[in-house]
Every structure is written in structure tokens, then in C-alpha cells.
């Protein structure tokens, strides 16, 4: 994407642009550490877009994410029409797109299913209404800050880190 | 939408929730304070979804964003499916949805573009390639912060402030 819809943001007085590795080392530590996500989805039916901020646990190589089966993140997230998933802030932003794999609850092992709970507070498998866990693996990410890192900002491209490839 | 989705947020130690004028008044100053919000729309070719930051201005009514006319975001704005707009924190939400209404940024009353420039600090008026206004009216807005917030998290529905009407 060589997209300019980002130029809309104002440059003011920022740093120089981060090299690509401590953008990927930032990214990381960021998956790590956050816990809450904006989760973009489309209604495979009317195409409308949806967005919902949800808990997430990064592995190293995936977000899990847990929502209602019925709901319109969750039917947007198993309707084959992939995610887009914002992290960070507005002006220090990750954004993830990603194939989406439904888990049951019942299906997930117990161990990343009590990490997830631990993590987020949150216990999918216990819940009154049916859950749905959703495994994103992530295709590409971005990461930038302001205008002067749109250039550059793939971390990640069909699946691989771009500082361990290029 | 009485989605269970959101119950995926950890509750936490978290104060009561906040009574609906109180709401409203939260969700305008910030809708007046903020300069950056998330801008999801769907590709209406692909049915894919699509997430980026944006900067806008508020003028009590109606939000101002501006982007490529040939972005993705662009593209999914003009579209007709609508978007959904997320401000504020994961954990202080204002989520809106509304229609969409392009326009072209010879057309916008120039103090009105003059005041998105000086506010945002980009002008759209003035990029190497073409860019477009679009004016979102929100119908829906809602705002939570926990979990026992999401109960009475509609502030505006229909177009009008919950707040002046119950």
C-alpha cells in the first residue's frame, strides 16, 4: 500500500523516524505489553464496518481474542472477511491485519485459555452466553508515529518480520 | 444492539458507572477536545475491513475528516456503507456511527476548512494529491468505559443526545 490517506496527519515538531529494527523491537514489546486492542471488522452481510475495543493475549505469533458468538465482532470476525486490529495510540500506532481462526472454547488449550483469563481478567469459557475465541495471524503489520514514518512502516509482510529478512 | 461482546472487558476495580447527562457531557468534551480518532470502514469491493487514524474536528454536529480520495479508507468512506468511529481511551470509549457525506475540498466553506487546517495542522486543500472532506452525522453514539458501564451506554440514538430526550 502506497496509500497517501495518511498524510492527513499534521507533522508538527517530531522526532526523526525510527530504523526499521527498533520499530519491530517497539511493535513487539508493544503486543506484549497492551491489553486492549480496536478490533475492526465488516458484516459479511450488509458490509457495514464495525469497531469494538476487546482484551487480547499476544504469543509471539498470534492475537487471541475472545467475543460473543453472536455478536457483530464475532460473526464480522468468522466471516472469512479478515480483521484489522489498531494498537497503541492514534500517533504511535501498530496496526495488524490478520487471518482470523474461530476456537471454540471448549477446543482451546486450557493453559492459553487460563493465560487469557489471567491476562485480560475476563474468562471466556464461563460465561452465560456463548463465546467464541478468534486466533489472528497476523499477514502484515504497520507501525508509525507521525507523518515522517509512513515510509517504511510495514514491520511485518506476508507473515514475516521485515528486519529479519531484509 | 444489546451485543454480549463487550463483555469481554475485564471489570476490574472500577468506580460506578456514570449517570447519562454525565455521559453526554463526557462524550462532547471529548468529542470537542480530541484531535485524533479510528476510522473504520469496509472495502465495498472486497467486503474487507479497514482501520486507520485520522484527525478531525467537531463543530457540535457533525465530524470533519479528510483523506485520499483514492485510499483505502477514502474509498470505503464514499462507499455508502457508513462508518464507525472510535475515540478515546480502550477503557473511556465514545464509539460513533453515522452516515457519510463527501466533499470535495473546493466545496467546504473555507473557514470551516481554515479551522480543520489550523486545528488538525494539515490542510488538505493544499496536498499533491487529490483529497476529500467527508462530513460524518453521527446517529448513534455510545460511551462506556467497564463493564458496568455497558448497560445505558447509548448517548445519542437516532441522531439526538439521549440526555435531551429521556
Known amino acids: 500500500m502506497t496509500s497517501t490517506e495518511d498524510e492527513c496527519r499534521p507533522a508538527g515538531s517530531v522526532p526523526p523516524p525510527r530504523a526499521t529494527a527498533d520499530r519491530v523491537r517497539d511493535t513487539q514489546a508493544l503486543l506484549a505489553r497492551e491489553v486492549d486492542c ?20 499476544w504469543d509471539g505469533s498470534s492475537i487471541l481474542l475472545a467475543t460473543g458468538e453472536r455478536s457483530i465482532a464475532g460473526r464480522g470476525l468468522a466471516s472469512g472477511n479478515g480483521v484489522r486490529i489498531g494498537l497503541g495510540a492514534t500517533r504511535d500506532v501498530v496496526m495488524v491485519d490478520g487471518s482470523v481462526e474461530a476456537v471454540p472454547t471448549g477446543e482451546l488449550d486450557p493453559a492459553e485459555a487460563d493465560r487469557f483469563a489471567r491476562r485480560t481478567g475476563f474468562d471466556p469459557r464461563q460465561t452465560t452466553s456463548p463465546y ?3 486466533r489472528v495471524v497476523p499477514s502484515r503489520i504497520q507501525a508509525w508515529r507521525e507523518e515522517n514514518e509512513l515510509q517504511g512502516r510495514d514491520v511485518m509482510r506476508d507473515g514475516r518480520w521485515v528486519a529479519l529478512t531484509e
Open 132 to 134: 467464541l475465541f478468534f
Open 38 to 57: 480496536w478490533v475492526a471488522t465488516a458484516d459479511p452481510v450488509t458490509g457495514a464496518p464495525h469497531l469494538v475495543p476487546l482484551s487480547f493475549v
